[in-house]
């Protein structure tokens, strides 16, 4: 911590637009602002920017606040609404038209020469307009560095609009310098709007924030992240059954790094490394094979009695008719380790959520054409039928000992008795299989598969 940062409060924000659900690329933002004041003990003000009213809904706003609230990053204060600050921003943008650093325009935007560039079809008021100044604009940016832009490539820039509404840039202004934010943390695609708004700081004579842009999050084929790519909203990975605690160690991965190669890293450590000043300058790319990786390994490291629960979140209630906890639990225990996502369990172990299983016709075929298949698997029917007892190791000593006695190996039950009872070539350990579907669920199995070979 530096001097600067021991004398004042660190106050970032995130400030987003209701105008669609939370994707990747702003949780992204969202997580380093909240990164990085909670390193600093600062505060993290969340500033909804909804002065768009065709396009901000509700939905939207209240998708992004339960997206934030879930991935654990929680914000200081009440959320603050633009809408409810326009008198604000006309007031201090009649303070620049006061002084003569802005003019006013009856629904159009001129240029430096005093050309019409833009007429609006719906004007209510006359627009204000601040006069760009020539000169070299520094932006000391703590992910970059040093950049310098020539306002002479900046047009005069709108403050508020005819509509009466202010524009981005303005608003922005006004609403960092009121709120006291000390840092703007926020992607590479605002580099453009950064001297536009150092412009205003000036002009009011107001103190700018430090800035840092991150670079933007790019797909496995180096374009920007889309729709393609797969899921971009944090919706979306709730819905998929992703954890959280791993989504959040994913994306604070994109762009920054704690050093040493780690990669599985709880809340807390990663709050304690985290440095927006070692953010890398270059597009990070998001990798999906990794986030399953990732959570995966999180998966793993739940014990049954809290994954449980969770699993249970993604199973309908049909899917649980016949099905006790503790049976529920040792199914779930079996399918830790064979699942990426919570929403993967249903489809990877629904041959114990239901009792009606499809076949692949081509497999089924394979297995018909086997030589003496059937008769092999009549007997090992009705040893199991035997059995008094029908645990995992009954199950497996009935078939061991069968094989032996029709001189074959055990594979050559094993594998046809899989395909039988799951529908599938692989999975968890068969006796395991025959244990929790029971003697009852498995004999009507194999009837019904010996109907068809």
Known sequence: ??????????????????????????????????????????????????????RSKKEFLEEI????????????????????????????AKQLLDKGLAYEAQGEIRDKEGNIIKNSKRITQKAIIFKVPQKIITINDLVHGKIEIDSSTIKDQVMIKSDGFPTYNFACVIDDTDMGITHVIRGDDHISNTPKQLLFYEAFGFKAPEFGHVPLILGKDRSRMSKRHGATSIREY??????????????SL?????????????????????????????????????????NSEYI???????????????????????????????????FTIR????????????????????????????????????????KFRDTLSGLNEFTILNTEEALRNLAKELNISAGELIHPSRFILT???????????????????????FDRALEKI
């Open 65 to 92: 606040l339960d997206s934030l609230k879930w991935l654990g990053l929680n914000w200081d204060g009440e959320p603050i609404l633009q809408s409810a600050r326009l008198d604000i921003y006309r007031k201090s």
């Open 423 to 445: 529908g599938k070539t692989v999975g968890p350990g068969i006796f395991d299989v025959f244990e929790l579907l029971g003697k009852d669920r498995v004999l009507k199995r």
């Open 254 to 294: 994109l762009g920054w790094a704690p050093g040493n190669d780690r990669e599985i890293m709880s809340v807390t450590d990663i709050i304690k490394e985290f440095d927006i000043k070692n953010v890398k300058s270059v597009n990070a790319v998001f990798d999906t094979d990794k986030l399953n990786w990732m």
């Open 339 to 378: 699942i990426k996502t919570l929403g993967e369990f249903k489809q990877e172990a629904g041959y114990f959520l239901k009792d009606k299983l499809e076949y692949d016709a081509g497999q089924l075929l394979k297995l018909a054409q086997r030589p003496a298949i059937k008769e092999n698997l009549i």
């Open 1 to 54: 911590m530096n001097l600067l940062q021991e004398m004042q409060e660190i106050r970032v924000r995130f400030a987003p637009s209701p105008t669609g659900y939370l994707h990747i690329g702003s949780a992204r933002t969202a997580l380093f602002n909240w990164l990085y004041a909670r390193h600093l003990n600062g505060k993290l003000i969340l500033r909804i920017e909804d002065t768009d009213l065709e």
């Open 238 to 251: 709730k819905q998929a059954g992703y954890l959280p605690e791993a989504l959040v160690n994913f994306i």
């Open 300 to 334: 793993k490291a739940l014990d049954v009695n809290t994954l449980t629960p969770l699993i249970k979140e993604f199973l309908d209630k049909e899917d649980l008719e016949g099905l006790d906890e503790l049976n529920l639990k040792k199914i779930v225990k079996l």
